[in-house]
């Protein structure tokens, strides 16, 4: 198995998301252009979304037009419809974002629908994005405890995590929204999908509410996942997920790999001084 691990930063879109205090657009554009200096490869820029539910969000264009671009570098945004999708697709987003949960509480709650409801409501934009040349990256939230169902059954999140790829994305993201899942419970999850899907499909995103979320990715590692989502500074947390106080740290999750062997190519320092920055956009 390969020692570099890939990290997906998302600050900049699921870590802001949730700010009350409308932060201004130069300053996002300047958060990505930062981490893009950082040298990450994959940065989730922002969300196509209705700024009705989600204000913060409500500049997606102008924040996705306006950075400076790196070669090599794939910016990404969340695209819950074909609306979203076709924003995106003209702003040049180099990736869109799907999200599908593994319980009808949190799917209904999120995205106003059932899960079977929503996978038919993604395969459009699937399509469309294959045919525009833009890949797609799938996620499944709740993937061990849901805010409103409870504990989930792992054959759940292998019916969405299968339907997701079968659907055409390239990738499947893995999140424990809650920030509530164990390494034990993380595993079983693991385990259940990696008969469905090899390693090398799927990622981990894991809150850090309860503290446990670097353990999660050091089991995820065992398991041959090598892509994490973090967030910059910690920020984050969904406003349909109570108590999702905020995603794990970049800087934290770069810190343990790197103590466990493996390599990230982000340049330390400077991704130390952009946490500074990012924790200072929280009024």
């Not at 990450?40 to 950075?67: C, H, N, R, Y």
């Not at 570098?73 to 799907?98: M, Q, W």
């Not at 995590?161 to 993201?173: D, I, N, P, Y």
Request: glycine letters at 10%; hydrophobic letters at 40%.
């Amino acid at each position: 198995m390969s020692n570099r691990v890939t990290i997906y930063e998302v600050g900049p879109r699921d870590g802001l998301q949730n700010e009350k205090t409308l932060i201004a657009t130069e300053d996002k554009i300047l958060l990505v252009n930062d981490l893009t200096a950082c040298g990450f490869q994959k940065i989730e820029v922002t969300s196509f979304v209705s700024p009705k539910w989600v204000p913060q969000m409500a500049d997606a264009l102008e924040v996705l037009e306006g950075i400076d671009r790196a070669n090599g570098v794939t910016y990404s945004a969340l695209t819950p419809n074909l609306k979203g999708f076709d924003r995106a697709k003209h702003a040049l987003a180099d990736e869109v974002a799907i999200f599908a949960a593994a319980t009808e509480g949190f799917s209904e709650a999120n995205i106003n629908c059932s899960i079977d409801e929503s996978l038919t409501r993604f395969k459009p934009v699937v399509k469309a994005a294959k045919a525009a040349g833009i890949s797609v990256r799938g996620c499944v939230s709740v993937i061990t405890d849901c805010p409103y169902d409870g504990a989930v059954d792992p054959t759940s999140v292998v019916h969405v995590a299968k339907a997701l790829a079968e659907m055409g994305c390239h990738e499947v993201g893995l999140a424990d929204t809650i920030g509530v899942a164990t390494p034990e419970k993380i595993e079983k999850v693991l385990d259940a999908v990696l008969q469905e899907l090899p390693a090398e499909l799927l990622s981990g995103h894991y809150h850090d509410t309860n503290g446990c979320a670097l353990d999660n990715i050091e089991v995820s590692l065992d398991k041959g996942i090598r892509l994490f989502d973090s967030a910059i500074g910690g920020l984050g947390g969904c406003p349909y997920a109570p108590g999702a106080t905020g995603n794990v740290a970049t800087e934290a999750v770069v810190d343990h790999v790197t103590k466990l062997g493996y390599y990230t190519g982000l340049d330390v320092e400077k991704l130390g001084d952009v946490a500074v920055f990012a924790r200072g956009l929280r009024r």
